[in-house]
Structure formats: structure tokens, C-alpha cells
């Protein structure tokens, strides 16, 4: 069993799209996922409700207390759990990486959102927790994405080599099926996730 706490501090960077797609991709490769919606607004409890569900592998819970995002791991009883955290609720943000074994942190590749980067970067920090950055909303060959991928690597930021395009279908799959295309992606970056963190925790 893994948890894995998306977190971003920032909104509107793809977190409850990136924990949807995340769950969906561990459920085809028939894992037993725990979906813990911690934004107040339930914006992944509503996205299954519209969709009919995630699929019988994927238990979508609220969890917008510590006490319940602490309760995670009993609850799992060998599932894989993947938390969508808030923006900006430190309370709720802390309680998520309290419980992750990895915090997956999506960002766009704009200055604004590197710029906000840092205060993600510090509680995930804090919380001594491995943080990988994942980039969304990509639009493939610009000069955002090469200036974004700059400076992370000046940095020595862990960065996914996959990115999540700004595709219109993805955007559009709130409470529908997921893009075929977009699973794909997802599935990509979750493999590549797994692996950093079997490195991070085989590191002597």
C-alpha cells in the first residue's frame, strides 16, 4: 500500500484531475484504490457521483478533517490511497502529508506558478516527506515549458519526465469518463513516480 497526498497550495494547477486520472490508472492495473477528497469543495466526490462512480476498484471517501485524512491508512487495509488536498488549508495540507509515503506535486508551467512554488515546496519539506513535481496544463514546444523545465533543473528539483498536456478532452472529463489519451499520459507519469519512490526508499 502507498498513499500518495497531491499537493499543490496553488489552485487551479489540476490536482483533483490529477488524483481522479491517478486513481483510475491504479484501478486498471487492478489495484484497490482509496480516492480521500480533502478539498471542502468535493470536487472529486462530485466528479464520481456525475461519472456513476470511478468503477468498483475505486472508493471515493471525504476527508476534509485531520482526524479523518490521519484515519486513512486503517481504512486502506491494503488499498493504494490517493489523497486530493486543498488549496491554501495548511491545516488539512499537513494532516494529507502527515500520512503519504510521497507528495505529488502538479504545477503549470508559468511563472506565476513557479513563483507560488516555494511555499508547496516548504511543507512538503517540513513534513519530510519525497516530493515530486509534475507539470499540467502543457502545451508541448513552447518557450513555457523549455523556461519551466530550466528552472526546476537549476534548482535540482525532482521532476517527472512526463508532462500532462493541456488537452481540451482532459479538461472536459469532470464527471465523465477519462480520456483515453490522458490515461495513457497519467499512466506514464505514474510509472515514473512508483519508481522514485522505490529509489528514495531503497536509499541507504
Not at 519525497?130 to 502543457?138: D, K, Y
Not at 523556461?147 to 534548482?155: I, K
Not at 469518463?177 to 531503497?202: I, N
Request: proline letters at 5%.
Amino acid at each position: 500500500m502507498a498513499v500518495i497526498a497531491v499537493v499543490a497550495l496553488k489552485g487551479g494547477v489540476g490536482k483533483t484531475t490529477t488524483a481522479v486520472y491517478l486513481s483510475l490508472v491504479m484501478a486498471t492495473a487492478g489495484q484497490r484504490v482509496i480516492l480521500a477528497d480533502s478539498d471542502r469543495q468535493m470536487s472529486a466526490l462530485r466528479w464520481a457521483d456525475e461519472a456513476g462512480g470511478l468503477g468498483d476498484s475505486v472508493l471515493t471517501v471525504g476527508a476534509t478533517t485531520p482526524e479523518a485524512l490521519r484515519g486513512l491508512r486503517e481504512l486502506a487495509a491494503g488499498a493504494e490511497v490517493v489523497i486530493d488536498t486543498p488549496p491554501g488549508d495548511l491545516r488539512l495540507v499537513r494532516a494529507a502529508l502527515s500520512r503519504a509515503d510521497v507528495a505529488l506535486i502538479p504545477v503549470r508551467p508559468t511563472m506565476l506558478d513557479l513563483d507560488r512554488l516555494g511555499e508547496t515546496l516548504d511543507e512538503v519539506a517540513n513534513a519530510a516527506v519525497p516530493g515530486v513535481i509534475l507539470l499540467t496544463q502543457v502545451r508541448s514546444r513552447t518557450r513555457s515549458l523549455a523556461s519551466a523545465r530550466s528552472a526546476l533543473d537549476e534548482l535540482g528539483l525532482p521532476l517527472l519526465d512526463t508532462v500532462i498536456p493541456a488537452r481540451e478532452a482532459i479538461a472536459a472529463s469532470f464527471g465523465d469518463a477519462p480520456d483515453p489519451e490522458g490515461l495513457d499520459t497519467y499512466r506514464q507519469a505514474l510509472a515514473e513516480l512508483q519508481a522514485a519512490l522505490t529509489t528514495t526508499t531503497e536509499a541507504p
